[in-house]
């Protein structure tokens, strides 16, 4: 799978947008760009995923560019409750040759929200 | 999405003992996965298990070390054998549900401290 490249950490003003990046520039045509968050202690949480076309979701939106070598998970309006490690994923396609389908994390980016 | 429960929640073992893992889903999933999370470190996946065929272990897994049970769609299980220390992390299952499409979800972790 494809690697990934996320800052290590972002701060953001409570009730802003929190913008963030990922890049992902060896993504191939068959594989998703996923989001997972990480609030301490608990288990991985699924955002949103897309393979490229924008996505948007209750929880998020998901700006992959035309070129798909880089993405952006914007959460509208931050609260407190979004501190957490935010782990951007490139996965292959079930289905798509082969059996790889796991997901891989990398070191993600700690986002804390300050009242 | 899909509903998964842990058992035991957190556990406090002793060297040169196993501890047995559970893993609950709420629905009938197609893959189950296992990672380990290190102290201060991301998700590491330990193995793919797939009913009614051996888990797949990820380099620097192996079954005598982490043996894996599967024996229906909705439950698995995970042994961390002959334990030491270094096996203190939180070890977390994951699922892929079959209507869910492509998307993975985790649970909520068992935290192991071995002495």
């Known amino acids: 799978d494809a690697k990934t490249t996320q800052p290590p950490s972002m701060d953001c003003a409570e009730g802003r947008a929190a913008n963030l990046p990922c890049n992902h520039s060896?993504?191939?045509?068959?594989?998703?760009v996923y989001w997972y968050r990480q609030i301490h202690s608990q288990g991985p949480q699924y955002i949103i995923h897309?393979?490229?076309n924008n996505e948007t979701n209750e929880m998020a939106s998901l700006i992959i560019t035309e070129d798909r070598k880089s993405s952006t998970l914007i959460l509208p309006h931050a609260t407190l409750r979004d501190t957490a490690v935010y782990y951007c994923?490139?996965?292959?396609?079930?289905?798509?040759?082969?059996?790889?389908?796991?997901?891989?994390f990398g070191k993600g980016t700690l986002l804390t929200v300050n009242p | 999405s899909a509903v998964i429960s842990q058992k035991p929640s957190r556990d406090i073992c002793q060297r040169g003992t196993s501890l047995t893992i559970q893993c609950q889903v709420d629905?009938?999933?197609?893959?189950m996965f296992w990672y380990r999370q290190q102290p201060g470190q991301s998700l590491t996946l330990i193995a793919t298990?797939?009913?009614?065929?051996?888990?797949?272990?990820e380099s620097g897994f192996v079954i005598d070390k982490f043996p894996i049970s599967r024996p229906n769609l909705t439950f698995s299980t995970l042994t961390v054998s002959n334990m030491s220390p270094e096996d203190s992390s939180i070890y977390l299952c994951?699922?892929?549900?079959?209507?869910?499409?492509?998307?993975?979800?985790f649970g909520p972790g068992t935290r192991l401290l071995v002495l």
């Open positions: 298990a797939n009913q009614g065929s051996e888990a797949t272990y």
């Open positions: 629905s009938q999933v197609t893959m």
């Open positions: 060896t993504i191939s045509g068959n594989e998703y």
């Open positions: 897309g393979l490229k």
């Open positions: 994951s699922v892929a549900p079959r209507l869910a499409g492509e998307t993975q979800y």
């Open positions: 994923i490139v996965r292959r396609i079930m289905g798509s040759g082969g059996s790889n389908y796991k997901l891989t």
